[in-house]
């Protein structure tokens, strides 16, 4: 069964750096997101991405973060300087399309700022 | 999105079934509910959506009041693996992110 699969599954950081967190969506799906949990938090929306561009995003999502397709397969997001309030599960998610369609998640990186 | 409504936890023998409840007055006519889970901090894992039909899957039953304002979840055999949280979602139509609220914490016991 096809499935959303993300890495690192792992990653630490030092305050300030740049991180890629790196996703690849199923692979007919047409739409991609990004969401974080910060521990012990809800599931927050980050940006969400449709033909080669942002079609949503949220209040989170500020200049720090950029998201990209660099090729047919793979979603990612860039955190350009990273704070200690980074830290969090990001999950990778997409969906096929179209009214009632369905959003499948990958498993998450868990990042940690130092 | 369409607010939603559920008890903050709920518990379940093992082998009975869960029957997880959720409001969404506000829902509007177009638009679907969908039901998630996540167990400890993997990524949320879909069971099953529905516009207005009830609706059953390999995982669970979904039925959805006449007046779309409710549905409940229907684990029929619920499972000690079945213990997470249940988020459920009703995204505004045409937006397709999601907003996870609270969610009810499931908790199957032997």
């Known amino acids: 069964e096809p499935e959303v699969t993300q890495t690192p599954s792992h990653q630490v950081t030092q305050m300030g750096q740049e991180v890629i967190l790196r996703c690849v969506p199923i692979?007919?799906?047409?739409?991609f997101y990004w969401y974080r949990q910060i521990l012990g938090q809800k599931v927050e929306f980050l940006v969400s991405f449709y033909n080669n561009e942002i079609s949503e995003k949220s209040e989170i999502f500020d200049d720090q973060f950029s998201v990209e397709r660099p090729d047919g397969s793979n979603f990612t997001l860039k955190i350009r300087s990273t704070k200690l309030e980074d830290s969090a599960m990001y999950f990778c998610?997409?969906?096929?399309?179209?009214?009632?369609?369905?959003?499948?998640f990958g498993p998450g990186t868990r990042l940690l700022v130092l | 999105d369409a607010k939603t409504t559920q008890p903050p936890s709920m518990d379940c023998a093992e082998g009975r079934a869960a029957n997880l409840p959720c409001n969404h007055s506000t829902i509007s006519g177009n638009e679907y509910v969908y039901w998630y889970r996540q167990i400890h901090s993997q990524g949320p894992q879909y069971i099953i959506h529905?516009?207005?039909n009830n609706e059953t899957n390999e995982m669970a039953s979904l039925i959805i009041t006449e007046d779309r304002k409710s549905s409940t979840l229907i684990l029929p055999h619920a499972t000690l693996r079945d213990t997470a949280v249940y988020y459920c979602i009703v995204p505004q139509y045409n937006f397709n992110k999601f907003y996870f609220g609270s969610g009810t914490k499931l908790n199957v016991k032997p």
């Open positions: 998610a997409s969906d096929i399309g179209g009214a009632g369609g369905t959003q499948y």
């Open positions: 692979s007919n799906h047409l739409y």
């Open positions: 529905g516009l207005k």
